[in-house]
């Protein structure tokens, strides 16, 4: 099992202080993984730990997650794609592959549109193209729009319960909620909103990087339709579709998950 480590990066003046984990040796092959809605780090923690030689990741987490700042704007897409270069230039990184889990994808793809001069490849994970036509979606809206301090930790179970084919272990769960509830009610509140409010299919246009899509034929957000607007928009992509998993393949499968993705790096050296 790799060895995992947590540090914090300063993103500069105006920008959030965010923590993250990092795995792997030193100049091997630059991972970026970025987190989904009210997650943090440890999301993928089930990755970096069998992170195999030859990689080496960083996990940041984002703005009002987890232990990061919590500063009182700042919470669309954009916004976080932005403070995703800042992360990558405070770490010395000059160019790496992109890996987007859940709505992460989201804020990866628009800097892989944006700059493609510091991305060698995106990988998205149960990213959706858009989220205006899911139904879960606006139903969990409904619950969050008029969220309050402290949130319920029954709400924060129920994020992360269910998101997956195959059970997973309880204090992986646990730790799961913990971590949403790190988040305040207002970004909980701003960062849905955001991604509700911004054009989703839109951030998907401009991107010339090669580009793995991932998806679980059992998500129970995403439908494989979505997926293809997705591979429909994006020009080098492919999807690879994982029977029997759902919306987290890499909290379910995560050795799969790092095959695939090796294979994808060595396809386009």
């Known amino acids: 099992m790799a060895a995992v480590a947590v540090h914090s990066a300063v993103l500069g003046e105006g920008r959030p202080t965010l923590p993250y984990a990092e795995a792997g040796r030193p100049?091997?092959?630059?991972?970026?993984?970025?987190?989904?809605?009210?997650?943090?780090?440890?999301t993928f923690e089930p990755m970096l730990r069998r992170l195999p030689p030859g990689l080496h990741a960083y996990a940041p987490t984002q703005r009002g997650h987890g232990d990061a700042d919590k500063p009182p704007d700042g919470y669309l897409p954009e916004d976080l794609a932005e403070d995703l270069v800042a992360f990558m230039d405070g770490v010395g990184i000059g160019r790496a592959v992109l890996v987007g889990g859940s709505s992460g994808g989201v804020q990866a793809r628009i800097v892989a549109g944006r700059r493609p001069d510091r991305v060698a490849g995106l990988v998205l994970l149960g990213v959706p193209a858009t989220l205006v036509d899911k139904p879960k979606a606006a139903e969990f809206w409904e619950l969050v729009r008029e969220l309050k301090d402290p949130v319920d930790p029954a709400l924060a179970a129920a994020m992360a319960d269910g998101l997956t084919a195959t059970p997973m272990g309880r204090g992986f769960l646990q730790t799961v909620a913990d971590e949403c509830l790190k988040a305040p009610a207002r970004v909980w509140r701003e960062t849905l909103r955001g991604l509700l409010e911004t054009d989703l299919r839109a951030t998907l246009t401009g991107i010339l990087v090669p580009t793995l899509v991932v998806w679980g034929d059992q998500d129970p957000i995403l439908t494989r339709e979505d997926q293809q607007t997705i591979l429909d928009t994006i020009p080098d992509s492919r999807l690879l579709v994982y029977e029997g998993v759902g919306h987290v393949p890499y909290w379910e499968d995560p050795e799969r998950v790092l095959r695939d993705l090796t294979d994808f790096l060595a396809d386009r050296a």
Request: avoid cysteine.
């Open 27 to 42: 100049g091997g092959t630059p991972l970026v993984l970025v987190h989904g809605y009210l997650d943090s780090w440890w």
